[in-house]
């Protein structure tokens, strides 16, 4: 017991630490979301913990908790303002950052629109990349009708060919989720950003586009975009309380 308490314990530290960092810069979604794990985590503690040692767990875990409700407070205010703004900032090289781990935070039950515009959704990798953002949606909990693409071409017309077999190939399949896939083209397209209906923007510098190539097709880190080395980029979030919802969650 004293060994499954210490693991626990342990685990709930790491992750409230992690809290803490993210409060510390500002990162307050973020910081909610592991304040809520390690809180989860300090309960279990609390469940099997010494008669003599959980008074001060329990002292603890009201502090944690106050922060944050205090967070997400700060947050809803901010939101309700337009005034949220958050910032983060990949590190070349650096790791961890699968399209999940960046917007699912994002993807709520109110969802039912999302706009990307990318001017380079391409090659054959940007494509890949497009196809992995779609199944994070797919895999979601929100109830998304429809995927809009604004992008740019290619002047090769192999190239061209290429591109819009494999976004029709792609529109194919989201149909089978139910997802309708729009695209459309343009030449003047320069901004990279990422538009959900349920207020979220998010202004990427290098769009989906930020993953360093691997070795080769057998490596670690190919498959999975977590373990995938990015190139240094930054993402700014904001909400728009007021965005206009053309696809809004039917009654």
Known sequence: MADKMSGVLASAGS???RAVELDKTCRYMEAVVCYQEGLQLMMD???I???DRKEGYRAKIKEYMARAEELKKKVEEEKEAGKYHEQLRIENNSTGHSYERLFGRFLD???TLVTVEDPYIRSTHQLYNLLRF???VVKSQAKVKTIKLITGQDDHPDQISMQTKRLQELAASLLSYNVTLEWEFSNTLHDREIRFNNGWIIKIGRGLDMYKA???KFVIGF???DLRKCHETTIDIFHQKHL????SVSS
């Open 134 to 136: 779609c199944e994070m």
């Open 109 to 111: 039950e109110q969802l």
């Open 223 to 225: 498959c999975d975009f």
């Open 49 to 51: 913990a010494p008669a």
């Open 45 to 47: 503690v609390l469940k």
């Open 244 to 247: 206009n919802t053309a696809h």
């Open 214 to 216: 691997t070795q080769g």
């Open 15 to 17: 992750v409230l630490t």
